[in-house]
């Protein structure tokens, strides 16, 4: 027996999640990749039709394969998709990456709520990392256009990193046939709240980066004032955006913002081109760029190699000297700097929390084509004698299962869901043979640390009253045919 559905390299399912606005995604669920040690999020898109899908099989394989390229530092990360065909249905499952700290969104209620008000300081390295992923996704080749950017999928790390999620989005309503998919489509224009981050001309001209930077702007403006008032209205009103871009004190910040929310398309400039606004743009200092050609090459240096050098310097030694003319020079010592300082500015270059951006290539990011592991290669490439896991010790309050046959009765399709004592719940999946009993399959679960083992003989009563139920309605059902 091989447990899949939500065992993907070791994926263990933990418990239904939001993560932001995803079109034609019936559930994601928050799941722990057990090899490498970090929680991710599982999306499901299920299809009602499966000939539509199966038309559309080697679109939709290009446009995941085409996501598994993107990497950058400032968007969500896209783990790994499989397609999963059977009799009664058909779905795409793909992996992402899981935003632990929350949505932006959520971020500027807390702030408002706690009467306080955004950092200057802070809103440019926002701004800065929204358009440097920004950029990079309107340079790939072919463009990649965002078009559900909202304060809703943008997510702020704990470290200060902004990630934007939902990537996916545009590509999902060009790509899905409506009818096929089970679940909305659309953008959820229908979400009244979320309505002014969509530029006029949306849905009714071809893709154009123009309509991400329109979001963008209502999302800088919305960072820079915690929340545009509707004033009781279910829609925020232009003259309610217009009140808010007025409302900032400095220009700069009220022009850039202004130029982004422009009615005509062609008048927004782009996302390389809002970096380089006066309220944006700083001249990248030589620590800047040392810092990047650092991390950029660390696997040739040894570990601890700033920390050990550093320790090595003579806190009154002479680091660098300005002479003038006419008038006394400027000299900075060893003691001028902080190591803990120069370590946290590394962690965040290494974050992407101070990104290259003005020395980014003009040219297009090419997104090659890679082939990405089926769901049955993925399940053939795990290793046929698993090491056990670590044992469980939460306990199973709650239980329910589903059992299908197929049609020539050789083999059953087993779905169980297991809620946990501390509310996060696991649903596991396998094939079963005629030949499995309830308690083999309990202890395969005890093995795999899926349950404890106080809870073993517990399950397999309940699974052996379900494959009893089972096994006489398929009777039954025989005898009345």
């Known amino acids: 027996m091989v447990w899949s559905g939500l065992v993907w390299s070791g994926l263990v399912w933990s418990g239904l999640i939001s993560q932001g606005n995803v079109p034609g995604v019936e559930s994601a669920s928050l799941a722990m990749d057990t090899e490498e040690g970090v ?3 599982w999306n499901e898109v299920l299809f009602n039709d499966r000939k539509v899908f199966k038309a559309q099989e080697e679109k939709i ?31 795409v499952i793909f992996i992402t990456e899981y935003m632990s700290s929350g949505s932006l969104k959520q971020f500027l209620k807390k702030t408002k709520k706690n009467h306080k008000t955004m950092n200057v300081k802070a809103w440019k390295r926002w701004c800065t990392q929204i358009l440097s992923a920004l950029s990079y996704l309107h340079s790939c080749e072919p463009p990649i256009i965002h078009g559900n950017l909202t304060c809703d999928t943008i997510f702020i790390q704990h470290n200060g990193l902004i990630k934007i999620g939902s990537v996916w989005h545009r590509l999902f309503v060009n790509v899905f046939p409506e009818a096929s998919v089970h679940g909305k489509v659309r953008p959820n224009r229908d979400e009244q709240r979320n309505l002014h981050f969509f530029s006029p001309e949306y849905g009714l001209a071809e893709d154009d980066y123009a309509i991400d930077i329109f979001s963008f702007g209502i999302c800088a403006l919305e960072m820079a004032v915690l929340e545009i008032q509707a004033n009781g209205d279910a829609v925020v009103s232009k003259e309610a955006i217009t009140n808010a871009g007025q409302s900032l004190e400095d220009p700069l910040m009220r022009e850039f913002t202004q130029s982004c929310v422009r009615h005509e398309a062609k008048q927004r400039p782009t996302a390389h081109d809002l970096l380089f606004h006066r309220v944006l743009f700083e001249v990248h200092s030589l620590k800047l760029l040392a810092a990047h050609c650092l991390i950029s090459n660390q696997y040739l240096l040894p570990e601890n190699c700033v920390e050990e050098k550093t320790k090595s310097f003579d806190p009154n030694g002479l680091m660098a000297e300005i002479k003038h003319g006419n008038r006394p020079g400027v000299q900075l010592k060893y003691s001028h700097v902080s190591p803990l300082e120069l370590d946290k500015f590394l962690e965040d270059v290494k974050n992407g929390i101070y990104p290259l951006m003005n020395f980014a290539s003009s040219r297009p990011h090419p997104v090659p084509r890679a082939l990405s592991l089926s769901h049955e290669q993925v399940e053939t490439a795990k290793s046929p004698t698993p090491e056990p896991q670590e044992t469980e010790s939460r306990k199973v ?16 399709h087993l779905s169980l869901f297991l809620k946990m004592d501390d509310k996060l719940h696991r649903q596991l999946s396998c094939d079963i043979l005629p030949t499995d009993s309830s308690k083999d399959l309990a202890n395969e679960l005890v093995h795999y640390a899926f349950i404890s083992e106080e809870d073993c003989g517990k399950l397999a009563g309940f699974l052996e009253d379900a494959l009893t139920r089972h096994k006489g309605k398929a009777l039954a059902s025989g005898i009345t045919q």
């Open 39 to 41: 929680e991710v999020v």
């Open 61 to 91: 394989k290009e446009m995941f394969e085409n996501l598994m390229q993107v990497e950058h530092p400032n968007i969500v990360k896209f783990h790994k998709y499989w397609l999963d065909m059977k009799e009664s249905r058909a779905r």
């Open 397 to 412: 309050i709650q239980m329910h299962c589903n059992l299908e046959s197929n049609e020539e009765g050789t083999k059953t």
